[in-house]
């Protein structure tokens, strides 16, 4: 079932990118834990979940924030689609370097700390209006689609990642 959480009602658009944030937190934190080590398996995992998380957001539920949201939301969106702009241009300068590296490990605190920030203005600000905007039928019916796109641009690793197996 698509959007589905973990007692198997359908999660709406907010819990599931809030659920997405989570992993890539605890992520960040095996990078804090190990800051003067090799973090190049842990980035790539970082990598993947960003990756996925910035296109779902970028083709489902931001175009419907921009659409259907008030000014506010809309500048807040707008906002978060240039917060992801930068994102996309450290995480292939990141990949690019050695794990046990000085730059890889300084581009990836700012990665760390550009995201933190994101989401906590996702979470802080663009949610509760998100919240107040739209009923939790669309809310539902955002987190359908955008599970969906997970699992289409992600195949067999999105849905284990969404709890869909």
């Known amino acids: 079932m698509f ?3 973990t007692d198997g009602t359908q999660q709406n658009a907010i819990e599931l990118l809030k659920t997405d944030h989570d992993k890539v937190e605890a992520l960040f934190a095996r990078v804090k834990k190990n800051e003067d080590g090799n973090n190049s398996d842990v980035f790539r995992q970082i990598k993947q979940e960003l990756d996925v998380h910035a296109h779902i957001e970028e083709q ?3 175009p419907h924030c921009l659409q259907y949201g008030d000014e506010e939301l809309q500048k807040i ?5 240039e917060e992801h702009a930068q994102v996309k241009i450290l995480l ?3 990949a690019a370097l050695s ?3 000085e730059d890889f490990k300084a581009k990836l605190k700012v990665l760390i700390e550009d995201v933190e920030h994101h989401v906590e203005e996702e979470e802080g600000e663009m949610f509760s209006l998100v919240e107040d ?3 939790e039928e669309m809310l539902i019916r955002l987190g ?5 796109e997970k699992v289409r641009i992600g195949g067999s690793a999105a849905r ?3 709890g869909n197996q």
Request: glycine fraction near 14%; hydrophobic fraction near 40%; charged fraction near 20%.
């Open 77 to 81: 969106v707008r906002e978060g689609l």
């Open 60 to 62: 489902v539920f931001y």
């Open 133 to 135: 905007q739209f009923d």
């Open 144 to 148: 359908s689609l955008l599970d969906a």
């Open 3 to 5: 959007g589905a959480g």
């Open 99 to 101: 794990g046990d590296s």
């Open 160 to 162: 284990s990642a969404s």
């Open 92 to 94: 292939p300068e990141i």
